[in-house]
């Protein structure tokens, strides 16, 4: 008989390898196995159960080997990781022999190289491996899912590892969610949702899956220390902190868990720039995304050992990797922003990532309090639901009346993904885009109630989470210390635009052709304003000298304001038209070289173009004539004699011109209202 058949109830063995006793019991429609602990012997699940649980199951306690039960369990198994160095590692250290080998599916790591489909698909038919035992990165599971086919529904368990980072981290990650969806499709009893720290999930296609706790009968207590701070000085009580370890354990590492890589930056600098460490003492572990913004600080762990004297994590590495060295261990929780707050789950997760014993030196959490109007109500699941339709809904009517308008529906995709990101930067964003349409986001959901949970309930007030950690039988301290470290802000926004400005500038230079132009827009992995970039090369390079054009754009994109590129491309798309436009001849001879003009007539001669070119639309003020004709005309100075602007030559930004376009362009693709065209 399959092992997956079997009655839930037999999954605890008959004898267990230890002398820890193992109970098991139902409370409020919750399995719950207490684990006896057995003096300071170490009981890791494969010494009392078979195999884990279906559903979701929360272990209590970080390093009970959840995973490594499941890679003995004599079945099929898909193991997702939240991170590659986890699953790689993993991998590596349970592949004992060709024929007794675990599959590792992700980037590559100092462990394995990337893997092919074809691999995968010789991994999954060799007969020689009786259980397939695949780990794989979230990002990928897509690949081992395609190379199985639909089979893999009834052939392989799914175990989701450390799931609560698949909740927390979905806003930044959309793989997250698709590993939900693919988790959906497997039979209810070979599936497996796990952590340590579970978060109520708010998906109604989970409401019934099983609920297993595995627990040990006994806490084991951590000696934390807690540093209350005002919002202004949370960066320096973090950098003081920072300093006294240096200065008292000068041949420690310390391991700082931050959610900001802004923070996290500018403390980094401070304590190079002060004399404290060199560069090459410190190091930001986090996502790729975030790599151009912190250069030199950016790092990615590549074993179980922290790699410099001061390491800063990011929410990447709060969960699923392993660390076997001691470290000193400062947690922030920076309540001002909802993703810097940190639950007293997420503590002791990041707290459990030391898993040698007694490893931990110290551990600190410092914090600032969380502000609430008067009146403030903590949102609740069904209002989070109502209002992710409510954003659906508003899409789709945008949609349904765009549509009906040629104008409107060329620019209908820009306005929702703009309000797409304006959702996500306000952390409302409560939907996903899925191929054309949208759909609930529940992990979005999940992670925004987990997060105004926790800054109520342990940030609202001075003692809050003191009394949560003391409640949790931990030895706790609370101090309230007012920080005279003032250190610098540093925009890293605005540097790491200006380091993709400068990479596919770059790349433009080396005069890419047709086909690579096409390749790099479909696979470039571009963020929107390179993409940009590059579609208005491509639509303008054959007719512009390319170091000039590159020049200028690259002047044009270094801001955040995108008006500059836009009114340099619509110049560049004046100057290159065919003489014979209809509406460069209309611009023409209402705007001759020479003439003098007030700022009404310009207005008016602007609107007359339009008109007789069937432009739909017009300007409506002064200032906007100007600023436009300024994209097609030099102008003088406004005199002060008669408050006229003279029209001095074509080609304001003196563009080189090497042809112009032998045909008219089609004038229903200009926007006016937008400032060009579309």
Request: aromatic share 8%.
């Amino acid at each position: 008989m399959e092992i997956e058949e079997r009655k839930e109830e037999e999954i605890i063995k008959g004898e267990c390898l230890l002398s820890g006793k193992v109970t098991s019991n139902t409370i409020d429609n919750i399995k719950e196995i207490v684990i006896q602990k057995d003096g300071n012997n170490q009981i890791y699940l494969s010494n009392v159960l078979d195999r884990l649980p279906y559903g979701l199951v929360s272990k209590e306690e970080t390093g009970m080997g959840a995973t490594s039960l499941e890679l003995q369990t004599p079945r099929n198994s898909i193991i997702v990781e939240p991170i590659k160095i986890t699953a790689s590692s993993k991998a590596y250290s349970h592949t004992k022999s060709p024929t007794d080998k675990v599959l590792y599916v992700g980037s590559e790591t100092m462990f394995h190289k990337k893997i092919t489909n074809a691999s995968i698909a010789a991994y999954v038919n060799n007969p020689k491996i009786k259980h397939k035992k695949i780990i794989v990165v979230a990002d990928s599971l897509y690949r081992v899912i395609n190379s199985i086919g639909n089979k893999v529904f009834k052939d392989y368990f799914l175990l989701l590892d450390e799931v609560d980072s698949f909740q927390m981290d979905s806003t930044f990650r959309k793989s997250m969610d698709e590993c939900i969806e693919y988790y959906k499709k497997f039979d209810k009893n070979k599936r497996c949702m796990l952590s340590a720290t579970l978060v109520d999930f708010s998906d109604p296609d989970l409401d019934n899956e099983e609920k297993t706790v595995i627990k040990y009968d006994k806490v084991t207590p951590r000696k934390i220390e807690i540093i209350r701070s005002s919002t202004p000085e949370l960066i320096g009580n973090v950098t003081d902190k920072i300093i006294d370890l240096l200065l008292l354990y000068p041949n420690d590492k310390i391991m700082v868990a931050f959610n900001s890589v802004k923070g996290s930056n500018e403390i980094a600098i401070h304590l190079i720039t002060q004399g404290f460490l060199n560069i090459e003492d410190i190091k930001i572990l986090c996502g790729k995304s975030n790599k151009d913004k912190i250069q030199t600080f950016y790092s990615e762990l590549d074993s179980d050992k922290l790699p410099v004297k001061l390491n800063f994590v990011t929410s990447a590495y709060f969960s699923g990797f392993d660390l076997n060295e001691k470290y000193h261990l400062i947690s922030v929780s920076g309540n001002k922003n909802a993703v810097h707050s940190l639950s007293d789950k997420r503590l002791k997760q990041i707290a459990g990532r030391c898993r040698i014993k007694n490893g931990l030196i110290s551990e600190t959490v410092i914090h600032d309090l969380a502000h609430f109007e008067d009146g403030y109500i903590l949102p609740d699941k069904g209002s989070l639901i109502q209002t992710a339709q409510t954003q659906i809904d508003s899409l789709v009517c945008i949609e349904k009346h765009y549509s009906k308008n040629p104008i409107l529906k060329r620019i209908h995709s820009t306005i929702c993904d703009q309000i797409l990101k304006t959702l996500e930067s306000q952390d409302s964003r409560f939907i996903k885009k899925v191929k054309s349409s949208y759909g609930i986001s529940y992990l979005n959901i999940d992670a925004y109630l987990e997060n105004s949970k926790t800054r109520f309930e342990l940030y609202k007030e001075d003692n809050l989470l003191y009394d949560k950690l003391q409640s949790q039988q931990h030895l706790v301290s609370l101090q309230s210390l007012n920080s005279k470290t003032l250190v610098p802000s540093i925009d890293v926004d605005t540097i790491d635009r200006k380091a993709k400005l400068q990479e596919i500038i770059n790349v433009l230079r080396l005069n890419p052709d047709e086909t690579s132009l096409q390749v790099l827009l479909n696979e470039g992995d571009l963020e929107d304003f390179q993409k940009k970039i590059v579609e208005n090369y491509r639509e303008l390079y054959r007719y512009i000298d390319n170091d000039d054009l590159l020049d200028k754009i690259e002047e044009a994109a270094d801001s955040r304001d995108s008006r500059k590129l836009n009114n340099l491309i619509l110049s560049a798309r004046y100057s290159i038209m065919a003489p014979g436009d209809a509406y460069k001849r209309g611009m023409r001879h209402y705007f001759p070289i020479g003439i003098k003009l007030t700022t009404d007539e310009i207005l008016k001669r602007v609107n007359t173009v339009f008109l007789e070119n069937n432009i739909p639309t017009d300007i409506d003020t002064n200032t906007k004539a100007i600023k436009f004709i300024k994209t097609h005309f030099t102008l003088s100075g406004k005199s002060r004699k008669d408050g006229t602007f003279k029209i001095k030559d074509e080609n304001p930004y003196k563009l080189v011109i090497q042809k112009v376009k032998k045909e008219a362009i089609d004038m229903s693709h200009f926007s006016a209202d937008l400032l060009f065209w579309s």
